[in-house]
């Protein structure tokens, strides 16, 4: 029989994969400026430190860290994320509350795998992550989509939305938000605490760019207003450290967190020991925030460099401003499609990544994420000049 024959499973119909990791195999085109990913800074990237580190552990622990470990996670790295979370994200845990995870990507895919039967509902900002929105279509949840604003997500719309869907989860990146820059208030983090726990909804608070901050006061988590334990927080170690060790965090309540570790099992057995040790270094010698505060003098000129040409840029609209992160979320003049555009873009050299992927419903064409952390201010001025010269040929 034809292997072309073979019957998949339902959860992949209508998911056609990753828009941005399509958009990346435009860019192997050499001199190519891209405003599409959301990587790291390869000047951000602590090589030579992971290194000795990495050499130091493997001679003082090699033959611990080079077994097996407990699908529970590191124990060293899961007793120094405590401080850590008290005093980055403002929330007390215990190690045990803890789970190491192959990246924060993980977490959410391990919430889905404990949560969501085909059918839930899941209620997400509008627009939000698009590789989460994968996540949870290929668990078959119907994403219900809440609009955001300036302050983040409206939880007037959120608490009607409760009321009336009962959804089983909700997705929210709080701060410095992919793909539009936002912050959260602090309000709304209150709020949404607030509402979680009377309607009964788990709080996905995914928060991997928080320390990222260039500008304004930080805002402590959603989590740190939880008194029930309906909020589940995922971290991640892959823009401020590296994405390489793929090192996250998950922390919740013990039965669900219990219900995740099971699921971890059967996915890798655990997060590669080596990494999650590098990163306990990180944590116990004081390294990681001098390291952050290094990074984050270059972003916030590359940030503001882009800002400031954004704000010369033909038919660009309006625009948000971030005091943080990597990213920047743009709207082109009504009648102007992004998603055309982008392959002209690419032909003069510079690529974004059209905005209407980053919504649930889809809709919004006029809309793109530009990522500044990947380009030097240089590279910044001339793509920009390049998206400038396109937009103003077509304008509407």
């Given amino acids: 029989m034809d292997i072309q024959s073979i019957s998949f499973a339902s959860r992949f119909n209508g998911i056609s994969g990753s828009a941005i990791r399509e958009i990346f195999k435009l860019l192997a085109v050499p001199g190519m400026i891209s405003f599409a990913g959301g990587n790291p800074a390869a000047a951000a990237l602590p090589d030579r430190q992971c290194a000795e580190l990495a050499k130091e552990l493997l001679l003082d622990k090699g033959k611990s860290l080079l077994q097996y470990g407990a699908t529970e996670g590191y124990a060293p790295l899961r007793e120094s994320l405590v401080p850590y979370l008290k005093d980055r994200f403002s929330f007390d845990c215990k190690a045990d509350e803890i789970l190491p995870v192959t990246g924060s990507t ?10 969501i039967d085909p059918g839930d509902k899941i209620a ?25 604003d300036e302050d983040g997500i409206r939880v ?9 869907e009962h959804p089983k989860m909700l997705y929210v990146i709080p701060t410095f938000q992919n793909p ?15 509402l979680a726990a009377r309607y009964g909804v788990v709080v996905a608070e995914d928060d991997p760019y928080r320390d990222l901050r260039y500008a304004g ?14 909020v589940a927080f995922l971290g991640s170690f892959s823009k401020v450290i590296s994405p390489g060790l793929r090192v996250g965090f998950l922390c919740a309540s013990p039965a669900l ?5 099971i699921g971890k099992q059967s996915s890798d057995v655990h997060t590669a020991n080596l990494n999650q040790a590098i990163v306990d270094a990180y944590l116990r010698r004081g390294l990681l925030m001098p390291h952050v505060e290094r990074i984050c003098q270059s972003y916030a000129e590359q940030m503001n460099t882009m800002l400031g040409l954004l704000a010369k840029c033909g038919g ?40 209407t992927y980053f919504y649930p419903a889809g809709g919004h064409e006029n809309a793109i994420r530009l990522n500044f952390s990947m380009c030097t201010v240089e590279q910044i001025k001339t793509g920009m000049e390049k998206l400038n010269t396109v937009f103003t040929a077509n304008l509407k």
Avoid: H
Wanted: hydrophobic share 40%.
């Fill in 124 to 148: 997400v900002e509008s627009p939000t992550f698009l590789g989460n929105m994968q996540c949870m279509k290929l668990y078959q949840a119907q994403l219900l989509p809440v609009d955001s």
């Fill in 106 to 115: 993980q977490a959410m895919d391990l919430l889905c795998k404990a949560l």
């Fill in 316 to 355: 660009v609209a309006r625009y948000t401003r971030p005091e943080g992160g990597l990213f920047i979320f743009a709207e082109l003049n009504e009648g102007m499609n992004a998603v055309e555009l982008l392959k002209t873009c690419v032909d003069q050299g510079v690529a974004y990544v059209p905005g």
């Fill in 156 to 164: 007037d719309q959120l608490e009607e939305v409760f009321k009336k």
């Fill in 217 to 230: 006061q930080e805002l402590p988590s959603i989590k740190s207003f939880d008194t029930e334990g309906w």
């Fill in 257 to 261: 967190l219990r219900k995740c570790v």
């Fill in 180 to 194: 539009t820059g936002r912050t959260l208030s602090l309000e709304r983090r209150k709020k949404i605490a607030e």
